[in-house]
Each structure stands twice: as structure tokens, then as C-alpha cells.
């Protein structure tokens, strides 16, 4: 079993940044792809960013420019920095990774518990 423990979301103003960060922990072979989810109420949960073991990047067009996504493979953590934030950007955000499991020899995709971030206007 893998655990995703998120963590950094808050108030903000419009305007301003956050980072969120999220920690893999657990039964560990190895990660894939680590990225972050949103969901806004009465929304569907959308992809706002993900990133590669390798560092490759994917954004949505909607924080292109505003969010960048990193990760660090050694602590097994991947962050979210938010700036410029909206308020259409108010939703739980999700972190999410794809990890390998050495005893199934399967991949299996796991999901943090989400932190709220609210941006007021």
C-alpha cells in the first residue's frame, strides 16, 4: 500500500501563490507519473498537472503559464506552485501517482485525500 499525504492549501487572495506538496510513503518500488487533480463543487475532478519520473511535464491550458509542477524522486514528493491564483481556481486539489507494485507486478494508481484551496476575489 502507498499513502498520499498532501498538504500547503489555504485562503488566498487573487493574486497571490500557494504551494502545495505531496509525499509518497509506503510500499515504494517505484513511481511513474505523480500530478495533481482539482475538483470544484458541482464540477468534475480535472487534470491540472502532472509530471514524469523523467521530468517531463503536462499542464492544463487553464494554469499554463501560472502553475509549474516539480518533483523530487529521492523523497518520493511532488509540488504544486500556484501563482497568480483566481478564483476560478478555488476547488480540492488531489494529488495522484501511478507506483509500481513488485508483488502483483502491476501498476496501481493511488489518490491523496485532497486539500481545499480557496482564492477570494
Known amino acids: 500500500q502507498v499513502q498520499l499525504v498532501e498538504s500547503g492549501g489555504g485562503l488566498v487572495q487573487a493574486g497571490g501563490s500557494l504551494r502545495l506538496s505531496c509525499a509518497a510513503s509506503?510500499?515504494?518500488?517505484?513511481?511513474?507519473?505523480m500530478g495533481w487533480y482539482r475538483q470544484a463543487p458541482g464540477k468534475q475532478r480535472e487534470l491540472v498537472a502532472a509530471?514524469?519520473?523523467?521530468?517531463?511535464?503536462n499542464y492544463a491550458d487553464s494554469v499554463k503559464g501560472r502553475f509549474t509542477i516539480s518533483r523530487d524522486n529521492a523523497k518520493n514528493t511532488v509540488y504544486l506552485q500556484m501563482s497568480t491564483l483566481k478564483p476560478e481556481d478555488t476547488a480540492v486539489y488531489y494529488c495522484?501517482?501511478?507506483?509500481?507494485?513488485?508483488?502483483?507486478?502491476?501498476?496501481?494508481?493511488?489518490w491523496g485525500q485532497g486539500t481545499q484551496v480557496t482564492v477570494s476575489s
Open positions: 495522484n501517482a501511478d507506483t509500481y507494485d513488485s508483488g502483483s507486478g502491476h501498476w496501481v494508481n493511488y
Open positions: 509530471v514524469t519520473s523523467g521530468g517531463s511535464t
Open positions: 509506503g510500499s515504494i518500488f517505484s513511481i511513474n507519473v
